[in-house]
């Protein structure tokens, strides 16, 4: 048992720091083992705080005080109080004071990859949300915004480049060798936002003008072997840049803007003003060793980085609560930016999915909380999907309610009014009210009620009247702490066709005249309410929820024609796609129906085999798109439309579908994939990326023949290829079918990749995602691998964290093998890392959605982890709270 149960900090409870901190002078004389950091602290009494002075706590954990001085003097220590959580002064001058620490920590010894760190013997932080207290005693906490100096000391041959926020003002020699280099950050921020970097690092530079004439120069630093691959990251970084300014009136702020590559990470990067750190995986890129997907992600997350600047950093967060503020606000940006930059329906099918299928999942289950949680025990399992994710939704609801040119001006407002500030998610929505002149009070509610609302919609035609009418009730499930829900606010985009596929006017009765545009947008309010469409000359069909204009799960019974209409016809790129995948998940459900009963499987529906003939032989100009439309519903998707999961049938289906359509259609995915073969020199540019997505669909189609032509081509793709998109995808195929070569490629693959650690995580993946069977065996000597890196977050995450993410018939097996696995995992890793532990775990917790054994199964091995000595308060968090 644990000796001490981690407490839950709420909300409700938040109060303004007592005292501030205005200005913090650093030196860090920097040393594997042990790191020396004198702090200097300008410290006054809050004036917005009433009353006598309180103590001045400082949090500090990790920490070997040297000596503290108030003023000019030195104090003992009868007159301050360490604890395990930091440091305490009970008393303090009432005028401003100035506070020395000196204290000592031993990055070497730190695998959790949070405060100071080593990573492939390069110093780097990570102080997001809570690691500044592991680097000196302070308030760690985003409403105290001082001034920063730095001055880093290390040994100049192993670490010549010495990094941190802001400009860099002075630099020098030391004795023993050593050398140092002084930063000053002109902007005030909260410490989260803190960093440094020291370490041998090579450097590409670059320029940028910004829109009012000011240069910034631009660098991306990385481990010399690396400095080729870090092109791609530039491009992005200056399209971010323009694009801001060009769309939300933003200019970069400083003279320099840095990027430090490293490969110890826990999350994907980090906003450090001024001094972003980045997971290599998502700066490296180069077409032999990156996939497309690869590059979308390093210029959506360079872009995301970067859009903190304004989103974060100029304006940040009052507490951790209101962690979407920034986080759902620069996801949405970030959006935006890769939508504006590639095709916006593929951008938005991509967004969607996840969230459909991973943040649906959050908001079903035990860890359901709202997109402003209430209340948490360890922040750092609060940077969910649904914070980012549907945050961003929360966001573009805004502008779909307000329109663009609406929500820009609220965007400007909130620059304008809060620019230095540290606020709240309301303080944001304020400003989108005062800038329009409206009323979001009911809107409010997305950031309190947790779960995912459901929308049932009916369509009655009059063929006399000539109107139809629409009827949506709203409802919402309860999640934990919140029984009984409101009504949410919920823009609800339609547009009506006619048979011919053409665009039906949207007037509502006593409306004069229809409404501009095909697609309009209906504000739902209540639980229940009917809207009446007015003139329509025929029986429209509805495409309902354009563009996904809310997350909620939409219920609206339609027949398999009608859906096969939309998929062939909806001038909505999203809705057009959508209705393709209720189609095949709607066909899946009737075979697991029928394989349930016991009934013989019956032939595929025609509907299904034609509306993919017709894909297949036609011609679409946005070929990712195409590929989107050929690609069936993922097994998490089709998974969360059953009332009780079933992994096995679904895969089953699934598999069964895929391979019936390849059958069926043979011929025309040989001709379509030979088509789009050929010399692309592996560049990033739209139509290329179109180009092999779709090639590969059709790959993927061909290789559930499981045939010798499947093989034959999987294997003449992974030996001509020069691009990994397209040898991933081909050992893909390999590696899921019973290819005679298959260990020879996994081989000659590995051999070929060993040194380059980012490919070799995919080495990893692809094996710890093979749906066939033996693959828990394989996982679990692949732990014994050598390439195999236990400290190595990526490795990981690839390994474990494919197994239990993206392989769901083997991680719920039905003997509980894979559960086993994965917390055997958690509680090992949880001694090294609890961050990543603690994210690993998530996949146990949604053990309701299962049938009775499973559940079982995975409950014991939640309370096991739960139970286990020594676990961090982060795996505590989710274990005890996944429970239920
Ligand atoms: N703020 C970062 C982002 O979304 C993510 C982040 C939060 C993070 N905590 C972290 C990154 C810890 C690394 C480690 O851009
Ligand atoms: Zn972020």
Redesign the pocket.
Known sequence: MRERIPQPVYLKDYSPPPYLIDAVDLVFELDEDDTRVTATLQVRRNPAVAGAGPALELNGEGLTLESLKLGSQRLDPTQYRLSEEGLCLPRVPDHAFTLELVTHLCPKANTA??GLYLSNGLFCT?C??Q?FRRITYFLDRPDVMARYTTTVVADRARYPVLLSNGNCVAAGEASHGRHWVRWEDPFKKPCYLFALVAGRLACLEDRYVTASGRPVVLRIYAEPQDLDKCGHAMASLKQAMRWDEENFGREYDLDLYMIVAVSH???????NKGLN?F?TQYILARPDVATDADYERIEE?VG??YF?NWT?NRITCRDWFQLSL??GL??FRDQEFSADRHSRPVKRIDTVNLLRTRQFAEDAGPLAHPVRPESYIEI?NF?TLTV?EKGAEVIRMLQTLLGRAGFRRGTDLYFERHDGQAVTCDDFVRCMEDANGVDLSQFRLWYSQAGTPELHLEAEYDAAGRYLDLKVRQSCPPTPGQPCKRPFLIPLAVGLLAADGSELPLRLAGEPAPAPGTTRVLPIQAAEERFRFVDLPERPVVSALRGFSAPVKLNFARDLAELAFLFSRDSDGFNRWDAGQQLATRVMLEMIDRASAGQPPAPVEPLLVDAFRNLVTGQLEDQSYWALLLTLPSEEYVSAAMAVIDPDQVHAARQRLKRELAVALEAEFLRLYEALRGDEHNRFDAAAVGRRRLKNTCLDYLNALDNDTAHRLSLRQFRETRGMTDQLAALGAIVNSHHPNQAECLEQFYQRWHAEPLVVDKWFMVQSTCHLPGTLERVRALLDHPGFDRGLPNRVRALVGGFAQSNPVHFHAKDGSGYAFLAERVIEFDARNP?LAARLLTPLTHWQRYDPVRQGLMRRELQRIAGAERISPDVYEVATKGLG
């Open positions: 990859l949070e990570q997001e949300a690691g990470f826990n999350m994907g990067a980090m906003e750190i997971n997350v995301h980085e903190h974060g920034k986080e620069t996801v750092n940077y980012y961050q």
